[in-house]
Nanobody, 121 residues
Framework: QVQLVESGGGLVQAGGSLRLSCAAS????????MGWFRQAPGKEREFVAD????????NYADSVKGRFTISRDDAKNTVYLQMNTLKPEDTAVYYC??????????????WGQGTQVTVSS
């Protein structure tokens, strides 16, 4: 089955940490940039972070810069999002996506189903 599967979400107190994983199955992330997005209730989906193939370049939304870190392990066909110093406003469903190219193009061709992150105050 061709899919991106996110995991690692859950309920955490403000100030806590979570590490999200995005495992690719039936498709490769090698040679592609990868991204993380999130969608809070009643809001549109927004960009969180992305990373080029081989991880040379990363890019973050201002709201998470300095708190979140995106990384990848192409040998495991997996992308990660380390989230530290979480805030209630980080509460959302988090999605990973595969880029159409190896560079940060802002275009994605495959999306996961999402994992819920809830931060309590």
């Amino acid at each position: 089955q061709v899919q991106l599967v996110e995991s690692g979400g859950g309920l955490v107190q403000a100030g806590g940490s979570l590490r999200l994983s995005c495992a690719a199955s039936g498709l490769t992330i090698s040679s592609r940039a990868m991204g993380w997005f999130r969608q809070a209730p009643g809001k549109e989906r927004e960009f969180v972070a992305d990373i080029t193939w081989r991880g040379a370049t990363t890019n973050y939304a201002d709201s998470v810069k300095g708190r979140f870190t995106i990384s990848r392990d192409d040998a495991k066909n997996t992308v990660y999002l380390q989230m530290n110093t979480l805030k209630p406003e980080d509460t959302a469903v988090y999605y990973c996506a595969r880029g159409r190219a190896s560079v940060l193009s802002g275009q994605y061709d495959f999306w996961g189903q999402g994992t819920q992150v809830t931060v309590s105050s």
